[in-house]
């Protein structure tokens, strides 16, 4: 079984060759070079683009327990000063994949020499996950497909926590979220005949503020739970003084705690654009981007977690709310009862997608410690000692 410390040095070489979301084809290479040393019963690669699969069969029938990590990185510029430091400019592992894929290849060393008694044990690495793609795009092939797992968990690190205490909770863990692209076009114009045109700067200055007050809204209405508008981008027209613009652009970040509440919130963000373009005359087109769903842990998700912290004297928080960000795994828990826990980083951490982050070490044990008593409770293993 690997050591602490070639645990480490995994991660520090992870992290100095970072991949962006769907061009994690190097990392999957090294994920797929360690684990075929664990001589996994069945390998599945290319799932849902550079996504992999490694499963370890016990000896009778029993459920089948996946655990998850990431395997993309950030375009995000590292200036830490580390001896590991990325070699990939504008592109470092600010979100801690590096650490999360160490602990799963930890289980991956511990399940080589001690093998499931029941059923089925998956390590699985997914790509694409900083753009809400990954998971969606894995659950649809049908290389997932035939895997069907009974159970999914999986962990993200967490700054501003005490050093590996568990955060979990069940029902929605974490939010949903999707980029919303407001296009609008009218007429362009002399700027000293602002009227011979169609200028969509009022509409835009409207869309803007009235987004800003949805989340108010919806909590006067029947959705209750967290709700949040951000817009991110603006822009009117072009540089040129003598032109009244024709066209504008907004982007924002729709967020809520449950699934239900978005579909509102997309519902009532849509209305208020089309009556905006329809009051000023003006022709308008929506996309949508990063889309995520809830995360939500289900109940019997949360007491297995709470079980193996139990076991395992790690600190346990049950929070009363779901966390603001956003993770895709609720598309693994949509097709499986599991859950998702946080674990803390540190209290003095710089923050998630900080460009001066980096994954705790002492993290991995931690959290190979807790899914090993989650595989050994629903699974168990040959030769388990703790």
Not at 8 to 26: G, K, N, V, W
Not at 34 to 53: R, T
Not at 195 to 205: N, Y
Not at 308 to 322: H, M, S
């Amino acid at each position: 079984m690997l050591t602490d410390q070639n645990l480490i040095q995994f991660r520090h070489t992870l992290h100095q060759h970072p991949e962006l979301s769907d061009q994690e084809t190097a990392t999957a290479q090294r994920i797929k070079t360690i684990f075929l040393s664990f001589k996994p019963d069945e390998v599945l690669e290319g799932i849902g683009g550079n996504g992999l699969a490694f499963c370890f069969n016990g000896q009778a029938s029993g459920p089948t327990t996946l655990i998850r990590c990431e395997l993309d990185a950030l375009p995000i510029q590292e200036i830490n000063d580390l001896p590991y430091r990325s070699v990939c400019d504008g592109v470092s592992h600010k979100c801690g994949h590096d650490g999360h894929m160490a602990i799963i290849t930890a289980l991956g060393s511990y399940l080589a020499e001690n093998r499931p008694q029941l059923g089925q044990v998956i390590c699985l690495f997914q790509p694409a996950e900083e753009t809400g793609a990954g998971a969606v795009n894995m659950v649809r092939d049908s290389q997932f497909q035939q895997l069907k797992p009974d159970y999914c968990f999986a962990l993200h690190n967490l700054p501003g926590k005490p050093l590996g205490t568990v955060y979990c909770k069940p029902g929605a863990f974490n939010c949903a979220s999707r980029g919303m692209i407001i296009r609008l076009k009218g007429k362009t114009s002399h700027a000293a005949h602002p009227e011979d045109g169609i200028s969509p700067a009022l509409a835009m200055s409207n869309i803007i503020q009235q987004l800003n007050q949805l989340p108010q809204q919806q909590e006067k209405g029947q959705m209750t739970g967290f709700n949040l508008v951000t817009v991110v981008y603006a822009h009117l027209g072009e540089i040129a003084f003598g032109t009244a613009p024709g066209e504008a652009t907004v982007m924002a970040t729709l967020r809520t705690s449950t699934n239900e509440a978005m579909n509102q919130l997309i519902e009532q963000a849509t209305t208020l654009v089309q009556h905006q373009a329809e009051h000023h005359k003006l022709s308008f087109s929506l996309e949508w981007d990063d889309v995520f769903r809830a995360s939500v842990n289900s109940e019997r998700g949360y007491q297995i977690v709470k079980n193996a912290c139990d076991i395992t004297n790690t600190p346990l928080v049950t929070p009363d709310k779901g966390f603001r960000w956003s993770e895709d795994f609720g598309i693994f828990t949509d097709v499986a009862e599991g859950a998702m826990f946080a674990l803390g980083a540190g209290d003095t951490s710089p923050q998630l997608h900080n460009p001066d982050y980096d994954f705790p070490d002492e993290l991995i044990p931690v959290g190979f410690k807790l899914f090993r008593v989650i595989v050994e409770g629903i699974n168990g293993v040959e030769n388990a000692d703790r």
